[in-house]
């Protein structure tokens, strides 16, 4: 135990002195859990809270990797440090995952940013359980900003909403189409949208059907601020000096008032709930384990009982 | 804690330089990916130093590379040196075209496992999984 510790604290010390390898292993010993990523978090914890966290999310293809390596590329060879996580999903059968954001990295990677690959590992909402725990140790060890890059999505998984300062949604055209009500998930989150893929057909159209949504989504007092529309060429690199423009203007908008701390505390809440959340079903998995069928009795009744013996409580809400 | 046996395997896969193959590397994903394993891809036309960086901010368990150009006996000794000078204990496998005459120098140059053609996905998975799990010791 006390040379894990001694690993631990020479790992910190190393990745505080730049050392990237040791970032890479802290950042898996987040990702693993149990007790050395609760260390880690300790470690870090403290150290974090500098840094401006970019989410970047969308449906399967419309090009967040593309996107995001324009975006590391380009403040990797100016004054920045950006790191980026990029979340792959995990196969729900063998578990297992192709990886494949880094493809579309390689320049943003020679320029200097940090690339890490991960999978979902079964969380659902878009993310990965530890990517909160492994934003902080970028944030600890000064890579800024941090930028996320989610699973292909739908319309539901917004974990990213409580895990970025700054939400990106990325459409294309024909993203309209099928839109109507159900893409209300992602559209409440966005801070700021971004039309990609405008050398295609359909973008204009895109851009309109999306300002229709926001001046509706407006009228019924779901949106706090009107988000920005950028149109882009990611595979040209073009609009990203206006989608730079439009991240940084939000950036600067959130730390100037009390933004920042609201967000921040909700974070915080919603991480705690995360990991609550995935302690309870750790429990219940343990727990229906070895049940035995009982024909007689229903499987919510079931449920009950079992919770109220878990909880120790005599009633349940 | 042991990683190998609760995490799953990390591996970087990659073809290097102008060796436009890329079928095999694609099959091979797929693959390990079935038996369980996170597979960073990184596809055609990588150079040394980007494998090498990707196993460092990847902290990947292995390498996987592809290989039908022929030039597996310069490139693939070139990788585990490469590993080796930066610091990373990390097995290197590779698959392709590699004739049989030369198995005995990619061993002697440190290459953890050798595959070709017709390979099962079950004789990819053990070449990958043994070669992490001789490390581990
Ligand atoms: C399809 C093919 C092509 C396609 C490639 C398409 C693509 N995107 O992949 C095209 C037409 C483009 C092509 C072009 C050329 N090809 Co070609 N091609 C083949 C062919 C017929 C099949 C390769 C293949 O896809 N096999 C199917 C996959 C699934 O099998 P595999 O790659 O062997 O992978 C398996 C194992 O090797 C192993 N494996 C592979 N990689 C890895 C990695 C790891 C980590 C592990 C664990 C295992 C593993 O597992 C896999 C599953 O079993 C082979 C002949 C052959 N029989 O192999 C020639 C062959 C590879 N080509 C050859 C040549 C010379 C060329 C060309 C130079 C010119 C030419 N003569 O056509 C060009 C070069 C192009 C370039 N830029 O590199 C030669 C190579 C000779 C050598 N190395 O000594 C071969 C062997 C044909 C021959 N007998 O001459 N080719
Ligand atoms: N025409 C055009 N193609 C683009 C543009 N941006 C990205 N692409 C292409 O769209 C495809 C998907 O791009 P990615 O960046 O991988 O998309 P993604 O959203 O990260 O995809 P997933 O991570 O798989 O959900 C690639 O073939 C890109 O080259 C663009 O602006 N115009
Ligand atoms: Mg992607």
Known sequence: MASEDSKLISLVEKASEGDRRSVGRLLTLVERGGDSAEQVAEATHTLSGKSHIIGITGAPGAGKSTLTACLARDLAVSEYKPAVLAVDPSSPLTGGAILGDRVRMEEASEAGAFIRSMATRGHAGGLALAVPGMVRVFDAFGFNPII?????????????????????????????????????????????????????????????????????????????????????????????????????????????????????????????????????SEVAKESIENLEEEKSSSPGAVARKIAKNLLKKDELR | MNKKEDAPIRIVLAKLGLDGHDRGLKVVARMLRDAGMEVVYLGLRQTTEMVVTAVEQEDADAVGISMHNAGHLTLAPRIVKALEDAG????????GIVPESDLEAMSEAGVAGVLGPGSSAEDVATCVREAVAARGE
């Open chain 1, 148 to 280: 996320i890059e989610t699973v292909g999505v739908g319309q539901v998984e917004v974990d990213v909403a409580s895990a970025a300062d700054t939400v990106v949604v990325v459409v294309t055209s024909g993203w309209g189409d099928a839109v109507q009500a159900n893409k209300a998930g992602l559209l409440e989150i966005a801070d700021l949208f971004v039309v990609n893929k405008a050398d295609r057909p359909g973008a204009s159209d895109a851009r309109r059907d999306l300002e229709l949504m926001i001046d509706l989504s407006q009228l019924t007092g779901q949106a706090v601020r009107r988000p920005e529309i950028v149109m882009t060429t990611a595979t040209e690199g073009e609009g990203l000096d206006e989608f730079k423009k439009a991240i940084f203007e939000h950036k600067e908008l959130l730390f100037e008032g009390e933004q920042i701390s609201i967000r921040r505390s909700k974070r915080w809440k919603a991480e705690v709930r995360s990991r609550l959340d995935y302690l309870l």
């Open chain 2, 88 to 95: 990373l204990d990390v097995p290197v496998v590779v698959g």
